[in-house]
Structures are given as structure tokens and as C-alpha cells.
């Protein structure tokens, strides 16, 4: 079966300071993966998505970066973060060639910048 | 206009009542639609996906489906104080990439 993992699950960390999620996927090859995030009483919006291995769309001109340095690996990045960059990460995917376009989420990442 | 739009809540529904959440969209070409249910600190996990007009009925939940209103609901039978939640309205985007739009959610309180 197809699981999704994010770490860490919650991350506290200063304004300026660099950050770096990671999701895996397990029991799938060549997934599109999803970056979003959910501010506090906000819904969800798309950061980046990927097709393939180094292959990155930006949604949304920020601080932020995306890289995929593996089939199954989906990391989130910045070089300083702000305040604005608090809210809740959620990685998400879709079996490629299944057919589908349902995406299923990850647990999420809780980060809050003080 | 926002891309997706549902009444943020809460709705407040007792037991066993029947519990309906609405949602609509803004682009007519759009094809697949979403319903996410997602508890407080918790991420979203998906209820129900339609795709064509009509209902769809899974358990005691039924996605509604209307193209030409741009409408799109979820009806829940039978309310629990489980099902109190935020639910999630999603509809992909036209384009590649299989990327989602989501309403702001909806707030459903199951009262006892």
C-alpha cells in the first residue's frame, strides 16, 4: 500500500533562519507531488507541484523553494524565513498513470516562526 | 471572485439530522470535484470525488453535482458528533499538473 510521510511534524523556529521539509512516499513510483500550506483559518494553497524528478512549478512567488531529488522525495526549503511563513505544510500526491487525479495528504508539518 | 466559494459555518446540525454543505465554483470547464474532511490539527483525508452530474452516494454520504449551476454538494445522513469537522470543497484546475483549488472550508458541528 501507498503511504506518505512528512517530517518534522512540528518545528519552531526563529525569524531569519533557514528552513527544510521533507515528504517521502512509499509503495509508488513517479508520483506528482504537492507543496501547500494552510495559514491559521485559511484554506489550502498551492505552493509548488512536480511531475518528475527535478521538475518543479511555482505557484506562488515567495520565499520559498521546492526540490525533488528523488522519484519519491519532495523537499521544501527556505534560506530565511519570515513570519508570514507560519501555518500548517501538507505534502499531498497522485499515483501518476493510474488513471486518477485524486491527491491524498500527508500528516502535515505544524510550523510556527517567532 | 474566488475560484471556489462555501459558507464558512459552522453549520450546526443535531444527531441524526441530515447535514448539507454546499460549495461553487467559477470555472465552467472544470471536471472533477472534491469533498476533504479535515479535523482541527489534523490534515485533510479525501470523502468523496464526482465527476459527472447527478449524485453519488457512498455510505452516508452523497456528493452532489450540478455543471450548468457550477454547484457542488455534500449531503450527510444521519449525523454523529464524529463528523464534526471542516470539510473542504476541491475542484481541478483546467491545465496540467492535476492541481487542485480549494474552498475555505466549511465548519460542521454534530450537536448531541
Known amino acids: 500500500s501507498q503511504t506518505i510521510h512528512q517530517w518534522p511534524a512540528t518545528l519552531v523556529q526563529p525569524v531569519g533562519s533557514p528552513l527544510s521539509l521533507e515528504c517521502t512516499v512509499e509503495?509508488?513510483?513517479?508520483?506528482?507531488l504537492y507543496w501547500y500550506r494552510q495559514a491559521a483559518g485559511r484554506g489550502l494553497q498551492l505552493l509548488f507541484y512536480s511531475v518528475g524528478i527535478g521538475q518543479i512549478s511555482s505557484e506562488v512567488p515567495q520565499n520559498l523553494s521546492a526540490s525533488r531529488p528523488q522519484d519519491r522525495q519532495f523537499i521544501l526549503s527556505s534560506k530565511k524565513l519570515l513570519l508570514s511563513d507560519s501555518g500548517f505544510y501538507l505534502c499531498?500526491?497522485?499515483?501518476?498513470?493510474?488513471?486518477?487525479?485524486?491527491?491524498?495528504f500527508g500528516p502535515g508539518t505544524r510550523l510556527t516562526v517567532l | 471572485q474566488k475560484e471556489v466559494e462555501q459558507n464558512s459555518g459552522p453549520l450546526s446540525v443535531p444527531e441524526g439530522a441530515i447535514a448539507s454543505l454546499n460549495c461553487t465554483y467559477s470555472d465552467r470547464v472544470s471536471q472533477s470535484f472534491f469533498w476533504y474532511r479535515q479535523y482541527s490539527g489534523k490534515s485533510p483525508e479525501l470523502i468523496m470525488s464526482i465527476y459527472s452530474n447527478g449524485d453519488k452516494e457512498d455510505g452516508r454520504f452523497t456528493a452532489q453535482l450540478n455543471k450548468a449551476s457550477q454547484y457542488v454538494s455534500l449531503l450527510i445522513r444521519d449525523s454523529q458528533p464524529s463528523d464534526s469537522a471542516t470539510y473542504l470543497c476541491?475542484?481541478?484546475?483546467?491545465?496540467?499538473?492535476?492541481?487542485?483549488?480549494f474552498g475555505t472550508g466549511t465548519q460542521l458541528k454534530v450537536e448531541l
Open positions: 499531498a500526491w497522485i499515483k501518476a498513470g493510474g488513471g486518477t487525479d485524486t491527491q491524498y
Open positions: 509503495g509508488t513510483s513517479n508520483p506528482n
Open positions: 476541491a475542484v481541478k484546475l483546467t491545465g496540467g499538473g492535476n492541481k487542485l483549488t
